[in-house]
């Protein structure tokens, strides 16, 4: 049958003619499409994306057993984790019935079936199925960020996010200072993608992770024959990013020898190989990150001030998650719904003193450690909720739901209207004025908040 899209998805997984006949009367107000075996239920879910499936155990070529039932159940879930299947189950088969909701199954009804008592489950499996799809595109509409990759609800780093829009475009180069796995290499590669280079190459050498004799020749490339086991010539990074963007990663562990040549290709925009005589015109947009306090090793004297003003003709800080507004949160999510597919944990939720331990958490990896953490919580999770345990987090010492809208208005205007108070120094006439409402609203305000 033609399936409408507006109505709400069932298939009936039922090798028995006669059951599927009434199961598909008993839903009339559903798109109800039917499979009487494993693959033809497999090409329903594929073609249909049903939100519930009812599905029979006793499944051909195994119609007394269970054993082709479960190893379908498994299969859909695989396909489909988010989908809700009843499993169908006569009175003799309870014990598999409780294998496959430790599989995943929504639920399970017994045979004969009650018509009502199944619509009731089937309905209230379509209710969850929806309230998590609402709750997946609020968290989505939630990820302020317009950069690919970067995700985050905190008001902050939603002007970074802007302010990287708004310079991607120029070849102005640009330093992303920062705690290790903040994410400046996704930002690197935003203004990348979002330059007019992004037709060509992106170019990435970490200074920290490469020996100091060996990066001279990763940056600038060397003539055949220019030292020993030298058998062929060899393009550097730089040279290889030609017409793109060079992006080089923590700067900060630069060695001083090398920032002298590295200044004068900044400032000259050539290279020379090494062991080669020829300058090489290289047109490429800089960007730089590091973790390191630049300026305290200009101090220090292991950083050329020259060179960091040659790299950071505009910088930007991008905040640790501790100081990132419900970002914690918003990646645990994030990376919970990520790896609960890759794993195949169909319901898998944070119970509150999860929550409440990422909240509190300081996250001192950020980013990275965020997303170790989720991963090991999703794998080592007995049931269907992870908690601070599964977590490796210590609980949090003021647990509890976040303010409401109201308190934290509330709040606000207790602090206000006790700020104006104090600056003139009591005079009602005075604070109604420096806060731009009359007397009265004044009076209402301060007794609603308790001022005497």
């Given at each position: 049958?033609?399936?409408?899209?507006?109505?709400?998805?069932?298939?009936?997984?039922?090798?028995?003619?006669?059951?599927?006949?009434?199961?598909?009367?008993?839903?009339?107000?559903?798109?109800?499409?039917?499979?009487?075996?494993?693959?033809?239920?497999?090409?329903?879910?594929?073609?249909?994306?049903?939100?519930?499936?009812?599905?029979?155990?006793?499944?051909?070529?195994?119609?007394?057993?269970?054993?082709?039932?479960?190893?379908?159940?498994?299969?859909?879930?695989?396909?489909?984790?988010?989908?809700?299947?009843?499993?169908?189950?006569?009175?003799?088969?309870?014990?598999?019935?409780?294998?496959?909701?430790?599989?995943?199954?929504?639920?399970?009804?017994?045979?004969?079936?009650?018509?009502?008592?199944?619509?009731?489950?089937?309905?209230?499996?379509?209710?969850?199925?929806?309230?998590?799809?609402?709750?997946?595109?609020?968290?989505?509409?939630?990820?302020?960020?317009?950069?690919?990759?970067?995700?985050?609800?905190?008001?902050?780093?939603?002007?970074?996010?802007?302010?990287?829009?708004?310079?991607?475009?120029?070849?102005?180069?640009?330093?992303?200072?920062?705690?290790?796995?903040?994410?400046?290499?996704?930002?690197?590669?935003?203004?990348?993608?979002?330059?007019?280079?992004?037709?060509?190459?992106?170019?990435?050498?970490?200074?920290?992770?490469?020996?100091?004799?060996?990066?001279?020749?990763?940056?600038?490339?060397?003539?055949?024959?220019?030292?020993?086991?030298?058998?062929?010539?060899?393009?550097?990074?730089?040279?290889?990013?030609?017409?793109?963007?060079?992006?080089?990663?923590?700067?900060?562990?630069?060695?001083?020898?090398?920032?002298?040549?590295?200044?004068?290709?900044?400032?000259?925009?050539?290279?020379?190989?090494?062991?080669?005589?020829?300058?090489?015109?290289?047109?490429?947009?800089?960007?730089?990150?590091?973790?390191?306090?630049?300026?305290?090793?200009?101090?220090?004297?292991?950083?050329?001030?020259?060179?960091?003003?040659?790299?950071?003709?505009?910088?930007?800080?991008?905040?640790?998650?501790?100081e990132r507004v419900g970002d914690a949160v918003l990646l645990a999510h994030h990376f919970k719904n990520q790896f609960r597919a890759r794993e195949k944990r169909q319901t898998l939720n944070f119970s509150q003193d999860a929550l409440d331990a990422i909240s509190s958490h300081r996250w001192p990896g950020n980013v990275r450690e965020i997303e170790n953490c989720i991963k090991r919580a999703v794998i080592m999770a007995e049931g269907s909720q992870i908690t601070a345990l599964d977590l490796g987090l210590k609980p949090a010492d003021n647990p509890g739901q976040p303010a409401t809208l109201r308190e934290v208005r509330d709040q606000a205007e207790r602090e206000?209207?006790?700020?104006?108070?104090?600056?003139?120094?009591?005079?009602?006439?005075?604070?109604?004025?420096?806060?731009?409402?009359?007397?009265?609203?004044?009076?209402?305000?301060?007794?609603?908040?308790?001022?005497?």
């Amino acid at each position: 049958m033609k399936v409408n899209e507006t109505q709400k998805k069932l298939l009936v997984v039922e090798d028995d003619p006669g059951l599927q006949k009434q199961l598909r009367w008993s839903f009339d107000d559903c798109s109800v499409a039917v499979a009487s075996d494993r693959e033809s239920a497999l090409a329903q879910i594929r073609r249909h994306e049903p939100a519930v499936v009812t599905m029979d155990l006793g499944l051909p070529p195994d119609p007394d057993g269970a054993t082709e039932g479960l190893a379908t159940l498994q299969q859909i879930l695989a396909m489909a984790p988010d989908t809700k299947v009843i499993v169908l189950t006569g009175n003799q088969n309870h014990e598999n019935a409780l294998k496959a909701i430790d599989m995943g199954a929504y639920d399970f009804h017994q045979k004969p079936l009650d018509a009502s008592v199944l619509n009731l489950i089937v309905n209230r499996a379509f209710y969850l199925h929806r309230l998590q799809r609402e709750n997946y595109k609020l968290q989505q509409s939630g990820l302020i960020s317009s950069i690919p990759g970067f995700i985050t609800g905190d008001p902050g780093m939603a002007k970074i996010c802007q302010q990287i829009e708004r310079i991607a475009s120029s070849d102005v180069a640009v330093a992303l200072l920062g705690e290790s796995g903040t994410g400046k290499e996704v930002l690197a590669k935003a203004l990348h993608q979002l330059s007019d280079r992004n037709d060509k190459r992106m170019i990435a050498v970490n200074c920290a992770a490469i020996p100091e004799p060996l990066l001279e020749t990763e940056l600038f490339g060397y003539e055949k024959g220019a030292f020993t086991g030298a058998a062929k010539q060899t393009p550097g990074k730089i040279e290889t990013a030609q017409g793109g963007t060079f992006f080089l990663d923590e700067v900060g562990d630069l060695p001083l020898s090398l920032q002298a040549k590295l200044l004068r290709f900044l400032q000259e925009r050539v290279i020379e190989r090494i062991g080669g005589r020829e300058e090489i015109p290289v047109d490429v947009r800089i960007v730089s990150a590091t973790h390191q306090d630049l300026k305290k090793m200009i101090d220090a004297g292991t950083f050329r001030e020259d060179l960091f003003y040659r790299l950071c003709e505009i910088s930007i800080h991008i905040p640790p998650i501790r100081e990132r507004v419900g970002d914690a949160v918003l990646l645990a999510h994030h990376f919970k719904n990520q790896f609960r597919a890759r794993e195949k944990r169909q319901t898998l939720n944070f119970s509150q003193d999860a929550l409440d331990a990422i909240s509190s958490h300081r996250w001192p990896g950020n980013v990275r450690e965020i997303e170790n953490c989720i991963k090991r919580a999703v794998i080592m999770a007995e049931g269907s909720q992870i908690t601070a345990l599964d977590l490796g987090l210590k609980p949090a010492d003021n647990p509890g739901q976040p303010a409401t809208l109201r308190e934290v208005r509330d709040q606000a205007e207790r602090e206000v209207i006790a700020k104006a108070l104090a600056r003139v120094d009591g005079n009602i006439a005075k604070a109604a004025e420096l806060l731009g409402i009359t007397r009265p609203t004044l009076y209402d305000l301060m007794n609603r908040h308790g001022f005497k």
